[in-house]
C-alpha cells in the first residue's frame, strides 16, 4: 500500500497527464514535471512508461518553459517560442499515448489512496 505522499504523488501524475492531453500545460513542462515526479516515486528513469518523457526532457532542455520565462528577455523568447512549438508538434503523438498509459497506470491507485 503505498504511503500518503506516493499516493498523492501517484494522483498528481494522473492529473497532470490529464492537463496535457487537455492543452493546459504543455508538452515539454509537463515531461519535466513527471520525470520529477518519477524520481520521487523512486521509479526507474528508464521505465517503459516515462522514458519518452525523459527523452523530451533531455531534448528541449535548452528551451524556456514555465515559470524561467520570466527571467529571459522579451526578443530572445521570441526565437524560443518558434522552437517549443515546433518540439510540442513533433513530441505531440507520442506524449498523448504516454500520458494516457500513465493514466491506466495510475489512475485508480492514485485516487483510491489520496483521500
Known amino acids: 500500500m503505498p504511503t500518503v505522499v506516493e499516493a498523492r504523488d501517484r494522483a498528481r501524475i494522473v492529473d497532470l497527464a490529464q492537463a496535457m492531453l487537455d492543452g493546459a500545460v504543455g ?4 515531461s519535466r514535471r513527471l520525470n520529477d515526479l518519477r524520481g520521487a516515486l523512486g521509479i526507474d528513469h528508464l521505465d517503459d512508461d516515462f522514458v519518452g518523457f525523459l527523452a523530451i526532457e533531455s531534448e528541449t532542455d535548452h528551451l524556456p518553459v514555465g515559470d524561467v520565462r520570466r527571467l ?3 526578443e530572445a523568447l521570441v526565437e524560443k517560442d518558434r522552437q517549443v512549438d515546433a518540439a510540442e508538434r513533433h513530441y505531440r503523438d507520442r506524449a498523448f499515448e504516454d500520458c494516457r498509459k500513465l493514466m491506466a497506470r495510475f489512475g485508480l491507485s492514485g485516487r483510491d489512496h489520496a483521500s
Not at 27 to 30: D, N, R, Y
Open 27 to 30: 508538452i515539454i513542462e509537463g
Open 72 to 74: 529571459w528577455n522579451r
